[in-house]
């Protein structure tokens, strides 16, 4: 099939309107592309073909009665392996859950299903989703389709890296600090992370609960709105998730962008690498001549922000994995006794990353600590999404870099845990806010590497953020 690695969630829904192929072809020879494709990159860790062609035979059953197949009706579309599937194995990208297979579907993948989606595979992450460049997966790190040297980014790589490399139309990851927007940037795709609460984390395994959200991958700014409209909305299963209605993004986003405010916080372009920094002030004067106006505001809590985020995200963590302890559902070590059992599974089947979060995340709730340590956090937290609250109050939205760097070389920040960490620098705060947040393409580096420009919105108000993307990129974005 042509330009298989190019379709778009259009291109495909044309293609089965004008019988130029049916549904359970085109599931045959994404399935065999992605197969073929996938020794490059590593992006896959497992493919569901019975699953996607059993899809693919009730599009084209819809199709042939003249009924609507669905709002993705077709797509070959793959899923960070950390979204429980019914019947597929969901490993987190960790020994110690390398043969689950779960009874149920995560909430945002059963809303896939009855889209008319195809579920292609699971896709490569960080171990429980811990990390900035994929290579903490358990079963071999995810390689950039754009320069395989390099890290796709993390923890979602494998979410971005099959859409990059063209072996999904779309895909969904998950976002706690960074690990959708940053991925999207290093990989040149289009990646979004909703307000917090706007898609269920129902069936989600739990990373830091308060932080984690569930979004979209998709080579243009309208799939990647066309499926987050699919998995959005209330769920009765998730307490957290929002009664908001969801808009109909797809006429939002056509709206023009004259007359729109624009926010730059100052502290966002501090250490940026010249040629990132070159692009997203491009990437402005884009929006500046469709008329939006620009100005700087300041988010003064920014410097605190990384500090935050990992007493947080660490503490959850360190709650949310006592649950993995050889006694369930998880590998089991060999062990004398019940003590020695729990010791040996946690310490043979835990990567290192998970280890140093749950050993950080323990020690700031112990007594004596927590007051010191998560509580101030917790404060701090606060007065950061007042920074966006107020900055957001005089703009329509801001505008800044996703990463203060292009995708860097495997093995160059492994050993040197603050670094990779201080890559998440500029999208951590917009986890702590809860507020929706965007990549879109920017460009590309002298060296081919491309670059992802940040839009954030107010709480709910993904419209606002996803009709500054489209106008971006309808009108050629940034060469």
Known sequence: MENLSTLTIGEVKQGLKEKKFSAVELARAAMQFAEAENPKTNAYLSFSPELAEEAAK?????????EDPGLLGGVPIAVKDVLSTKGVKTTCASRLLENYVPAYDATAVERLKASGALIVGKA????????????????????????????????????????????????????????????????????????????????????ASSLDHVGPFARNVSDAALVLEAIAGRDEL????????????????????????IG????????????????IYAGLEVLKKLGCEVKEVSLPHTAYAISCYYIICTAEASSNLARYD?????????????????????????GMECKRRIMLGTYVLSHGYYDAFYLKAQKVRTLIAGDFSNALA?????????????????????????????????????DLAGIPCMSVPCGKTAAGLPVGMQIFSGHFKESTMFRLAYAFEQAGGVA
């Open 58 to 66: 009730q599009v084209d059953a819809k199709l042939a009665h003249g």
């Open 264 to 279: 730059i916080p100052k502290e966002y372009f501090d250490g940026l690498e010249a040629e990132t920094g070159d692009k």
């Open 124 to 207: 490569n992450c960080d171990e429980f989703a811990m990390g900035s460049s994929n290579e903490n997966s358990a079963f071999g790190p995810v390689r950039n389709p754009v320069a395989l040297d390099r890290v796709p980014g993390g923890s979602s790589g494998g979410s971005a890296a099959v859409v990059a490399q063209g072996t999904a139309v779309a895909s969904l990851g998950s976002d706690t600090g960074g690990s959708i927007r940053q991925p999207a940037s290093f990989c040149g795709v289009v990646g979004v992370t909703p307000t917090y609460g706007r898609v269920s984390r129902y069936g989600l395994v739990a990373f």
């Open 326 to 350: 050889g006694v369930r559902y998880t590998a089991r070590a060999e062990a004398a006794g019940l003590n020695e059992m729990y010791s040996r599974t946690r310490g043979e089947f835990f």
């Open 394 to 430: 005089d703009v329509d939205a801001l505008i800044a870099p996703v990463s203060p760097f292009p995708a860097f070389k495997i093995g160059e920040k492994m050993a040197d845990p603050m670094q990779m960490y201080l890559s998440d620098i500029y999208t951590i705060t917009g």
């Open 238 to 261: 998730d307490a957290t998730s929002a009664f908001a209605p969801v808009d109909d993004y797809q006429a939002e986003m056509r709206k023009p962008v004259a007359g729109m405010k």
